[in-house]
């Protein structure tokens, strides 16, 4: 993101609404990108185990049947009237092999031929010799019959040779019900290693060759997409042990991602949705954070407007422009009240300007005065040393007493740090005194627990004395006096338990008490410490006062030598009574200026 489209003229709330938008856009983008990716693999992985499950059913339900048809012919060759391979005797179990074949409707016909391959015996009653490729000494065989019949055949052993054959034709029809119940959207094959279908709904299709099942069939099982017949097509192979046939269980990918079309359709409108409602919350969260800038925009032109009586912003918030709205209307306030001394200031200025003026003015009338005035200072000054005599001797009685307060004082500090280690004994003799409270609360505890226990033993020593009748009337007695003792006693402890209890809410009321006292006193003590310094400052200045006095008198006697130069300073006096007058003229021209610019402010 450009990060300059800060600096662009856009209005505010604009550049908020796209840097917002976009801040929330780009990762929902991105997690919808991963969710989607996520969600049509965990979706294509569904659908490849789902026709994968469905091959595998099929496979299971053939091996199944035909497990039940081999041990069928394994349990036939091992009757004895099969292994004697004699005509006559094996026509006997001719209702045995017919209830067979009507159980088993995959059985079309069960038969028996001698070691030449030449049939003895048919369930069909039919005679002559079959090939010998359908024929295998050293165990079973499966061999194609014609398109839906094949051939399972098991020799028949005396004493380890090869007396002849039982075999079955096994009717594949019934492999046509296994795929009639699975896999209703796609297509479902029987087919042979070389790639031959050998079994469909659709017969048209039998035997028709799909050389792409030549590199499938030589593994176990396999998954993929393959091109038939110009149609995409998801495959799943599998195997059935012990044949040379295999399952193949395919289905349209278009009918196969069906719901990954539905899943990216979906995944589409959340992303617009989620895409609008960014939009909506970034014009809403711009709209919200311009609004209050711009109150505090128009509230920062009032006061440059100089109108100090505009409203006080609202504060909404703790956050950075709340800390801005807070600031300004403390600016504003503070400009008002600047504003308003100083305009008092000028008022005052105003009026001082006009009695310097006065004053000025009446400079040399009071300078005149103070010319005939100085013939009555000599006599003032001779009464001035008369008084500083009189002043002196009060001085050093007042200083004697201070001496005597400051004693007092030092006094009174020393008895309030006594009170305050008494307060602290005190404090830690209710401390251990709470100790000893607790230490009781435990051991009436135990005393509650010896009484339940007691009472306990009481009860139960009644309950054997009543079992005893008028032997135990006695021990019943003594049962029920231990039981009113364990009472009483549990009530006795109990009270004391109450007393304890008051006992330590006294002494923690007695802590507080003297928590407070100790406080107090500590509070006197400093109180008396800083007046016994109050006192010594008293006598310093006291001190420092005699001195002054005894000063002032050499001072007086100066002044009378001094008043030939006063005269002369009245001259000058007058002249700068004069230039007074030409600067308060001054002053209150700049008064006049400076009270202008104030009413500029609306306050």
Same mark, same amino acid.
């Given at each position: 993101m450009d990060l300059n489209i800060m600096k662009t003229n856009m209005k505010l709330w604009k550049k908020l609404s796209l840097v917002i938008g976009i801040s929330i856009v780009i990762p929902v983008l991105i997690a919808s990108y991963f969710f989607t990716t996520n969600s049509l693999d965990n979706t294509r992985g569904n659908i490849y185990k789902k026709n994968e499950n469905i091959a595998q059913n099929v496979k299971a339900r053939i091996e199944t049947t035909l497990n039940g048809v081999e041990t069928i012919l394994k349990t036939i060759r091992n009757i004895d009237t099969v292994k004697s391979v004699n005509p006559n005797a094996i026509a006997w179990q001719d209702g045995m092999f017919k209830n067979i074949i009507s159980n088993y409707q995959s059985i079309d016909e069960i038969f028996i031929t001698n070691q030449k391959y030449k049939l003895i015996y048919s369930t069909l009653e039919n005679k002559g010799r079959l090939e010998n490729k359908y024929f295998n000494n050293s165990g079973k065989k499966y061999n194609k019959f014609n398109n839906q019949i094949t051939i399972l055949t098991y020799p028949i052993r005396q004493e380890e040779k090869v007396v002849g054959y039982v075999g079955a034709k096994v009717n594949l029809a019934f492999i046509k019900s296994i #795929?009639?119940?699975?896999? @209703?959207?796609?297509?479902?094959?029987?087919?042979?290693? @070389?790639?031959?279908?050998?079994?469909?709904?659709?017969?048209? $299709?039998?035997?028709?060759?799909?050389?792409? #099942?030549?590199?499938?069939?030589?593994?176990?099982? @396999?998954?993929?997409?393959?091109?038939?017949?110009?149609?995409?097509?998801?495959?799943?192979?599998?195997?059935?042990?012990?044949?040379?046939?295999?399952?193949?269980?395919?289905?349209?990918?278009?009918?196969?991602?069906?719901?990954?079309?539905?899943?990216?359709? #979906?995944?589409?409108?959340?992303?617009?949705?989620?895409?609008?409602?960014?939009?909506?919350?970034?014009?809403?969260?711009?709209?919200?954070?311009?609004?209050?800038?711009?109150?505090?925009?128009? #509230?920062? $032109?009032?006061?440059?407007?100089?109108?100090?009586?505009?409203?006080?912003?609202?504060?909404?918030?703790?956050?950075?422009?709340?800390?801005?709205?807070?600031?300004?209307? $403390?600016?504003?306030?503070?400009?008002?009240?600047?504003?308003?001394?100083?305009?008092? @200031?000028?008022?005052?200025?105003?009026?001082?300007?006009?009695?310097?003026?006065?004053?000025?003015?009446?400079?040399?009338?009071?300078?005149?005065?103070? =010319?005939?005035?100085?013939?009555?200072?000599?006599?003032?000054?001779?009464?001035?040393?008369?008084?500083?005599?009189?002043?002196?001797?009060?001085?050093?009685?007042?200083?004697? $007493?201070?001496?005597?307060?400051?004693?007092?004082?030092? =006094?009174?500090?020393?008895?309030?740090?006594?009170?305050?280690?008494?307060?602290?004994?005190?404090?830690?003799?209710?401390?251990?005194?709470?100790?000893?409270?607790?230490?009781?609360?435990?051991?009436?505890?135990?005393i509650n627990s010896i009484a339940k226990q007691t009472n306990l033993l009481a009860l139960n020593a009644s309950i054997e004395a009543a079992k005893a009748r008028e032997a135990g009337q006695g021990f019943a007695v003594v049962a029920q006096e231990i039981r009113s003792l364990a009472e009483d006693t549990t009530g006795a402890t109990e009270k004391i338990e109450d007393l304890v209890e008051e006992t330590y809410k006294q002494s923690k009321n007695s802590l507080e008490a003297i928590d407070e006292v100790k406080s107090k006193t500590e509070i006197g003590r400093k109180e008396a410490k800083e007046t016994g310094e109050i006192f010594v400052e008293i006598s310093n200045s006291i001190e420092e006062t005699s001195v002054n006095i005894q000063h002032s008198s050499e001072v007086s006697q100066d002044l009378v030598y001094e008043s030939e130069e006063i005269k002369e300073t009245s001259k000058k006096v007058d002249q700068i009574s004069e230039k007074m007058e030409s600067s308060a003229s001054d002053l209150a021209i700049m008064a006049e200026k400076l009270e202008k610019t104030i009413n500029n402010f609306d306050f």
């Open positions: #795929f009639k119940n699975v896999n @209703q959207n796609g297509e479902n094959y029987l087919i042979s290693t @070389q790639g031959d279908i050998l079994l469909h709904l659709n017969e048209e $299709k039998i035997d028709i060759k799909y050389p792409i #099942f030549t590199k499938v069939n030589n593994k176990q099982e @396999q998954t993929k997409e393959i091109e038939i017949d110009g149609t995409t097509e998801l495959v799943n192979y599998k195997k059935i042990n012990n044949t040379r046939w295999g399952v193949a269980v395919h289905l349209p990918t278009k009918v196969a991602y069906k719901n990954i079309r539905k899943t990216q359709i #979906f995944s589409i409108i959340i992303i617009i949705s989620v895409i609008i409602l960014a939009v909506v919350i970034s014009l809403l969260l711009s709209n919200y954070i311009s609004e209050r800038i711009l109150k505090v925009v128009d #509230f920062a $032109k009032e006061l440059a407007k100089g109108n100090l009586n505009t409203d006080s912003i609202t504060q909404e918030s703790d956050d950075e422009i709340g800390e801005l709205e807070s600031s300004l209307n $403390k600016m504003k306030q503070d400009l008002k009240n600047i504003v308003s001394d100083l305009y008092a @200031q000028i008022e005052e200025l105003s009026h001082h300007s006009q009695d310097l003026s006065v004053v000025s003015q009446e400079s040399g009338h009071i300078v005149e005065n103070t =010319r005939k005035n100085l013939e009555s200072l000599y006599s003032g000054i001779e009464e001035v040393s008369s008084n500083n005599e009189e002043v002196t001797a009060l001085a050093q009685e007042t200083n004697s $007493k201070t001496q005597v307060g400051e004693a007092n004082i030092n =006094r009174t500090i020393s008895k309030m740090e006594e009170i305050n280690k008494s307060v602290i004994r005190s404090q830690s003799k209710i401390n251990n005194l709470n100790d000893i409270s607790g230490e009781i609360s435990n051991i009436l505890e135990i």
